[in-house]
Every structure is written in C-alpha cells, then in structure tokens.
C-alpha cells in the first residue's frame, strides 16, 4: 500500500511536468547508523552499503515523497534507519531550497503522526513541507482509493510548488531557528565536526543570523 501511494503522488507529480523516481528501500541494503560521527568529520560515512546511493537521488533532486507504513505509530525500521544516516544532511542542510512531502498507510490508525514524523523530519534537513497523505486502511475499503486520490493531488501540488519556489513563511521562521541552533552547535564542535564547519564557512552560513 505504501509504495501505491508513493507511486501514485509520483504519477500525479509527472503529470504536473517533474521527472519522477521510485528508490524503494526494501530493494537496498542500509546499515544502521553507528553513530561514530565520521559524516560530521569527513563529510562522509565509511560504511560500504547503498546508502550513497539514496542520498545520491535525493541530493539530486528538487523534491522528495517520503513513504512509510505506521510501525506501532512511527516510521518503520527501513526508513528510520535512512533518517538516522542522514544526520549530516540535517547539519549541512541538504534539502535547503527543496520540497517535499510524504505517505503513510496506517491498520487502525496514526497515520497522521507517522506522516507528521516524515514531514518534521524533511524540515529539519532544510526543506520546506508541501502537504501529507494518510490513511487507516483497516476496515474501511474506500480508504486506500481514496487516499491515493489525494496523493496524486498532492503528487501534483509538489510539482507546482517546486515549479513557483513556493514559500511557506511559518516553516521559514522554523527553518532560521534550526540554523541558528546547528549555527552554536558547529561552532561549539569546529575540531570533531570539521567537515561541517568547513561547509557552512563556505556557505557564508556562520557569520549571518
Ligand atoms: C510490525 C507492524 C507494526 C504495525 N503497527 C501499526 C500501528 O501502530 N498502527 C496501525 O494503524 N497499523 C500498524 N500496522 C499495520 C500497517 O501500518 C498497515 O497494514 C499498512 O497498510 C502496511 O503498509 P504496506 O502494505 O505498505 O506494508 C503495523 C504492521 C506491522 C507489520
């Protein structure tokens, strides 16, 4: 049901004029974040794993639909597991300028929490957020149709927003608290996070508030 969902908010998004591509995690091979800060450092994880390759795409492109089932009312492993490697895209802000949005079929329910993970998650590496679609698909059959109308709508929307640089102002005023508090934190850590810091000096990002 989920990768229905991702599918169709694509397909709504190539209609809308994106190129569009599905990365399906449950194809891949992530290992689990170590937490040794080695990203922080070099600006790279020493693991050899398809890790690359998703932040690869996702650098790559203009918007992302993140998607996930409700695992006991948050995201499932697979997707956890890729939020936690991405820890240095939080720091550089990778999605800086980006769109996204996300998907989340649910049994009984919490989808609307689980997508509000997704959606925190994609703000905080820097994007702004264009909407979220979920649904309990437990014992109503019209759910999952109805849920995939609206994420083709949604599929849709997000192109449009790329296509107008869409501004959200609230997610903007989030955005500038979250720069100046990885600003303190990379200051404070210039020696362990060198890669960081060498980043944001060549973004100019230290110095301005
Ligand atoms: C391990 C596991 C945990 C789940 N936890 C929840 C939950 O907390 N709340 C809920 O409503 N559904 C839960 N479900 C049901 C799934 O979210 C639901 O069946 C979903 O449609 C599965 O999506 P998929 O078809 O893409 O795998 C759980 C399913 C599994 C396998």
């Given at each position: 049901m989920t990768l229905r969902l991702v599918e169709t908010a694509l397909e709504g998004a190539r209609q809308a004029g994106a190129e569009v591509e599905v990365v399906d995690l449950a194809s891949l091979r992530i290992h689990d974040c170590k937490g040794c800060g080695a990203c922080y450092k070099t600006?790279?994880?020493?693991?050899?794993?398809?890790f690359g390759y998703v932040m690869g795409r996702i650098a790559a492109a203009d918007g992302v639909v993140l998607g996930s089932p409700a695992y006991f009312d948050s995201v499932t492993p697979r997707m956890m597991t890729l939020m936690d490697r991405m820890s240095d895209a939080i720091h550089c802000q990778r999605l800086r300028g980006r769109y996204g949005c996300s998907v989340c079929p649910a049994g009984t329910g919490g989808e609307g929490r689980v997508v509000g993970y997704m959606n925190g998650f994609l703000v905080a590496c820097g994007a702004s957020v264009t909407g979220g679609t979920g649904a309990a698909l437990g014992s109503d059959p019209g759910a999952i149709d109805r849920a995939a109308e609206a994420a083709h709508a949604m599929g849709m929307d997000l192109a449009a927003a790329i296509r107008e640089k869409r501004v959200y102002p609230d997610q903007a005023d989030r955005h500038r608290a979250i720069m100046k508090w990885l600003r303190c934190r990379i200051v404070a850590n210039k020696e362990p996070w060198a890669h960081d810091y060498f980043y944001w000096a060549q973004q100019g990002w230290l110095l301005s508030d």
């Open positions: 600006g790279r994880c020493p693991q050899d794993d398809d």
